[in-house]
């Protein structure tokens, strides 16, 4: 079957560094998507990977493994703004992408 | 980056009525566009895959009949909610793949849909 990880939950600090661990299974693979979302809004796309290894833009990174099944973003110099859901969504055989439920990121003064 | 149009943002509607929703690629064409629905709360809900001259793809449990869905070009694609029902109200979402080198997906700003 077809199953994204992802923690629930994380707490971090303004100005810190936080990690956001995926991993999945899917039926093929096609890549890797980042997404952002706050309450009641639509995903912003983040980043996409599609090869092992580490991509970077901006204060946002994100790593994947295709051998682990294990994808992570990181994200630098945390902001206020940065409080939101953080979707993992691989893309499969089909070019479907699985969703998650999502990381919620609580950020504190 | 790419710009996919949704509208309307809100609506309120009266049980029994029909609510259309349009999605729009405004500077790339979309052959393949999504529709989604998801619940306070919870993660995204893929309704139907939309294909542009063809009939949609509606995934399991999701009534086609009640869900109409209509791609008639690259740029555009229509979610119907027919007889409308309080149970129907949720924030329904559509992204428009772009294709390339580097595939992406792309989401409209969303409607949320209140039946009273």
């Known amino acids: 079957g077809q199953n994204i990880d992802q923690p629930t939950e994380m707490t971090a600090t303004e100005g810190a560094i936080v990690q956001i661990n995926c991993t999945y299974q899917?039926?093929?693979?096609?890549?890797l998507f980042w997404y952002q979302q706050h309450a009641g809004e639509a995903p912003t796309f983040l980043s996409y990977?599609?090869l092992d290894g580490l991509e970077e833009k901006g204060r946002f990174s994100s790593f994947l493994s295709r051998s682990k099944g294990y994808s992570y973003l990181l994200l630098k110099e945390l902001q206020m703004k940065d409080s939101a859901s953080y979707l993992c969504?691989?893309?499969?055989?089909?070019?479907?992408?699985?969703w998650g439920a999502g990381t919620k990121l609580i950020i504190k003064p | 980056g790419a710009v996919v149009s949704q509208h309307p943002s809100w609506v309120i509607c009266k049980s029994g009525t029909s609510v259309k929703i349009e999605c729009r690629s405004l500077?790339?064409?979309?052959?393949?566009m999504f529709w989604y629905r998801q619940f306070p709360k919870q993660s995204l809900m893929l309704m139907a895959t939309?294909?542009?001259?063809?009939?949609?793809?509606?995934e399991q449990g999701v009534e086609k009949d009640k869900f109409l869905i209509n791609h008639a070009s690259l740029t555009l694609s229509t979610l119907t909610v027919t007889s409308a029902h309080p149970e129907d109200s949720s924030f329904y979402i559509c992204?428009?793949?772009?294709?390339?080198?580097?595939?992406?997906?792309?989401f409209g700003s969303g409607t949320q849909l209140s039946v009273l």
């Open positions: 500077d790339f064409q979309a052959t393949t």
């Open positions: 990977n599609v």
């Open positions: 969504a691989p893309m499969d055989s089909n070019y479907q992408l699985i």
């Open positions: 939309s294909n542009e001259g063809s009939k949609a793809t509606y």
């Open positions: 992204s428009a793949r772009q294709g390339g080198e580097h595939e992406k997906l792309f």
């Open positions: 899917t039926s093929g693979f096609n890549g």
